[in-house]
Nanobody, 117 residues
Framework: QVQLVESGGGLVQAGGSLRLSCVVS????????FGWYRQAPGKQRELVAG???????NYADSVKGRFTFSRDNAKNTVYLQMNSLKPEDTAVYYC???????????WGQGTQVTVSS
């Protein structure tokens, strides 16, 4: 099993920054894909940024140049640095991992990000 605990959401004005964190614990040795997703009210959940083992992060077009995905293996933590935030970035943000051996996804509880205009 894998547990994901997110933090770092909040209320920020347009143009501001936030950094989301996701601590990954449990059976982490077979995780080969990480991702940050978001879901705004009335919309489908969408991939914001993702990273596969041995690869480089990929980003949704809407956040390219503003968001940065990073990973600290020593802390078993992944981050999403969000700069130049816009009201349309308002959503619940979810951390996601794919466990190759168990062939399943795991999700965090979500953290609310609200950007005021």
């Amino acid at each position: 099993q894998v547990q994901l605990v997110e933090s770092g959401g909040g209320l920020v004005q347009a143009g501001g920054s936030l950094r989301l964190s996701c601590v990954v614990s449990g059976s982490t040795f077979s995780i080969n894909r990480f991702g940050w997703y978001r879901q705004a009210p009335g919309k489908q959940r969408e991939l914001v940024a993702g990273l596969s083992s041995g690869g480089t992060p990929n980003y949704a077009d809407s956040v390219k140049g503003r968001f940065t995905f990073s990973r600290d293996n020593a802390k078993n933590t992944v981050y999403l640095q969000m700069n130049s935030l816009k009201p349309e970035d308002t959503a619940v943000y979810y951390c996601n991992v794919y466990h190759q051996l168990l062939d399943r996804d795991y999700w965090g509880q979500g953290t609310q990000v609200t950007v005021s205009s």
